[in-house]
């Protein structure tokens, strides 16, 4: 199985900063990498998906990058919403594979 | 408008058996995947399996022993089973559309315990 590495738990931030997520593949998984949102409440959104595209109805203030095994989530402007904690996915092979997350806290 | 919801029993004994209900609305499981994700308390996600539209299935092979997923088209409802469930088998578990993970249900918390 691929192993997807969030080497960053959590993370503190003030409102209006601008944040990086990153995440590394054990293998090269040929951009397919997306980033998942999930609020406090349980509540999972798909933000990012093939590195860089921004699902319907994310806000343009998030945006991805990456290639090969490494991987990045940037939220600029940083607003309270945005509370929550993102996962990286792998969708490159079966089975499916996440980080484990990172958690993005109001500093 | 897409929608999932999971529902499912809150508790089962140990040693005993799962079955979640995914009933979706706003598209047809015959244009899509549906997988299966759970996410243990105070952890990450994991993904269990995937039934694709034309109803053929591919598990995790952590629980391809004891994990089943089906489907009835017309119900617009999936199935999860899963067999000889053990504490570490409490989670949140989730029904989630298509191969991007697109659209996911609010969950269903699963508690194994005596």
């Known amino acids: 199985d691929i192993q997807m590495t969030q080497t960053t738990s959590s993370l503190s931030a003030s409102l209006g900063d601008r944040v990086t997520i990153s995440c590394r593949a054990s293998?090269?998984?040929?951009?397919?990498l997306s980033w998942y949102q999930q609020k406090p409440d349980g509540t999972v959104k798909l933000l990012i998906y093939?590195?860089?595209r921004l699902h319907s109805g994310v806000p343009s203030r998030f945006s991805g990058s990456g290639s090969g095994t490494d991987y990045s989530l940037t939220i600029s402007n940083l607003e309270q919403e945005d509370i929550a904690t993102y996962f990286c996915?792998?969708?490159?092979?079966?089975?499916?594979?996440f980080g484990g997350g990172t958690k993005l806290e109001i500093k | 408008q897409v929608q999932l919801k999971e529902s499912g029993p809150g508790l089962v004994a140990p040693s005993q058996s799962l079955s979640i209900t995914c009933t979706v609305s706003?598209?047809?499981?015959?244009?899509?995947?549906i997988n299966w994700i759970r996410q243990p308390p105070g952890k990450g996600l994991e993904w269990l399996g995937v039934?694709?539209?034309?109803?053929?299935?591919n598990y995790n092979s952590a629980f391809m022993s004891r994990l089943s997923i089906s489907k009835d088209n017309s119900k617009s409802q999936v199935f999860l089973k899963m067999n000889s469930l053990q504490t570490d088998d409490t989670a949140i578990y989730y029904c989630?559309?298509?191969?991007?993970?697109?659209?996911w249900g609010q969950g269903t918390l699963v508690t194994v315990s005596a």
């Open positions: 989630v559309r298509d191969s991007l993970l697109a659209y």
């Open positions: 706003g598209f047809s499981l015959t244009s899509y995947d």
């Open positions: 039934i694709w539209t034309g109803g053929g299935t």
């Open positions: 293998q090269d998984i040929n951009t397919y």
């Open positions: 093939h590195t860089s």
């Open positions: 996915q792998q969708g490159n092979t079966l089975p499916w594979t």
